[in-house]
């Protein structure tokens, strides 16, 4: 599986942007996909997850300001960020993690990152 992240630029404070992540193919029955995003030598930090089941969450600076949502159809995870704000300066990265059974996939994506797929990377500067 190979993700392919789109989207993403600069813009000002109180702007949108939208990326993209189409996923190769999606072999997975049961997943977790999700927008994380890490800058030079910080924290990766979890920004919003989709389960196969429909449950959504985001982390809560983002909350009402930012929107994942999926076409299954096409396998493209989005985020839709609006009111965007100086701190969501960052690189912002896709991931999938999932298999033929229910497990905690989530988990997978936080803690063994190296079994999840990643997109390449998306550069997001808000200025001020």
């Known amino acids: 599986v190979q993700l392919v992240q789109s989207g993403g630029g600069s813009v000002q404070a109180g702007g949108s942007l939208r990326l993209s992540c189409a996923a190769s193919?999606?072999?997975?029955?049961?997943?977790?996909m999700a927008w994380f995003r890490q800058g030079p030598g910080n924290k990766r930090e979890e920004v919003a997850l989709?389960?196969?089941?429909?449950?959504?969450s985001y982390t809560d600076s983002v909350k009402g300001r930012f929107t994942i949502f999926q076409d299954k159809d096409q396998n493209i995870l989005y985020l839709q960020m609006n009111d965007l704000k100086p701190d969501d300066t960052n690189v912002y990265y896709c991931a999938l993690a999932g298999g033929d059974f229910s497990s905690s996939w989530c988990d997978v994506l936080r803690n063994a990152p190296d079994f999840g797929h990643w997109g390449q990377g998306t550069q997001v500067t808000v200025s001020s």
């Open positions: 989709v389960v196969d089941d429909g449950t959504i």
């Open positions: 193919r999606f072999p997975y029955w049961r997943y977790c």
